[in-house]
């Protein structure tokens, strides 16, 4: 556990972060569309080719880009867009083709692909974040003064 501390860092030092300018984070989120579409274009293949090894690779991969947008950004939609053309690539994969041919096939390996993937990327984009508006901030970030009803 403290060897993942180290590494991931603690919730208070995650909330003390400052976020990146507005520019970055907009040129961020292209990227991190494009790297969840290709991390899912790679992970439907690895997790087929070296079965059980290749599914833990590719949910590692995916989990990995999900948490890294994440703390690149420092919002909830840095883990949200990667997820999104993780899933928009792996839609178009799970199509049959006119000659038959699709590339994911029904198996436990895609399965636990797919679950597992989706579930990564939803526990990382509700994990705590700072944001510019206070939305998803946790703690006491977000309290308003109240008024006092007998002043």
């Not at 880009?65 to 994440?70: A, E, S």
């Not at 053309?85 to 038959?100: D, N």
């Not at 939803?122 to 308003?144: E, I, K, S, W, Y």
Request: net charge positive; charged share 10%; with cysteine.
């Amino acid at each position: 556990m403290k060897a993942l501390q180290v590494v991931l860092g603690t919730r208070s030092e995650r909330m003390a972060e400052p976020l990146p300018p507005r520019g970055f984070r907009v040129a961020a989120y292209v990227v991190l569309f494009l790297v969840g579409a290709a991390v899912s274009l790679c992970g439907a293949f690895v997790q087929a080719l070296w079965p059980p090894f290749g599914v833990l690779l590719a949910l590692g991969a995916t989990g990995g880009v999900f948490y890294g947008g994440l703390r690149l950004t420092g919002t909830k939609l840095g883990a949200g867009i990667p997820l999104a053309g993780w899933f928009a690539v792996l839609m178009v994969m799970m199509a049959p083709r006119p000659e038959g041919d699709f590339v994911l096939a029904a198996g436990l390996t895609s399965y636990l692909y797919l679950f597992a993937g989706a579930v990564a990327g939803v526990a990382c984009a509700t994990l705590p974040t700072r944001t510019p508006l206070g939305f998803g901030a946790a703690g006491n970030d977000r309290q308003r003064p109240v008024k006092d009803p007998h002043a």
